[in-house]
């Protein structure tokens, strides 16, 4: 019986990203999905978000507790984009909730109607998109590396006889 190898920490956060980023690329069209997939693929989207916190939780509290004493330039950002984004996201699926037409009446929940929310619920998305990027460039060689080690390196690595694929080495991420 053949064991199955157990994924690394940076497989899983590399896979759990991706999922994030599709599923954000896809929920950011709601026009594309149509308005009842949008605010069910957003409940998902918010359960992975969580999955994502979660996996990062030791490096959101050490840094956190780190945050006044001497750390390194990029981490202070990087804190700080993500805090941004938590608080984002965080609006924007509270007032995904309070305009929902489609998901939360099917669960028998009504809530009234407001323009506001809707303006609050766009605006915040927009942010989102913007913190997003940032986010994305700020790990860029981080994503690059993991993709080639743990994708492209499989694939097609030994199939043309290499070893490795160039700078595919595995460095570690913040959130």
């Known amino acids: 019986m053949k064991l199955k190898k157990q994924l690394s920490t940076t497989q899983i956060n590399l896979l759990v990203d991706g999922i994030i980023f599709i599923a954000f690329l896809i929920i950011m069209a709601p026009h594309f999905t149509g ?5 069910w693929l957003s409940i ?15 490096w959101i ?26 608080i984002d996201m965080t609006l924007v699926i509270f007032t995904g ?7 939360l009446p099917a669960l028998g929940i009504k809530l009234a109607q407001s323009g506001l ?16 990027g940032l986010h994305v460039g700020l790990h860029w060689q981080w994503l690059v590396n993991s993709f080639n080690q743990y994708v492209l390196k499989p694939l097609f690595g030994k199939a043309q006889g ?8 595995s460095m570690q991420k913040g959130v």
């Open 61 to 86: 509290v050490t840094t956190t507790q780190r945050l006044f004493a001497h750390l390194p330039r990029q981490t202070r950002l990087n804190h700080t984009l993500n805090l941004l984004l938590f």
């Open 97 to 103: 909730f309070m305009i929902s037409e489609s998901a």
């Open 35 to 39: 308005i009842a997939l949008h605010e």
């Open 117 to 132: 929310w809707h303006m609050l619920h766009t605006t915040t998305a927009n942010i989102a998109l913007g913190l997003v």
């Open 162 to 169: 290499r070893e490795s694929v160039p700078g595919a080495n």
């Open 44 to 58: 998902a989207f918010g359960v992975t978000i969580v999955t994502h916190l979660l996996l990062h939780w030791a």
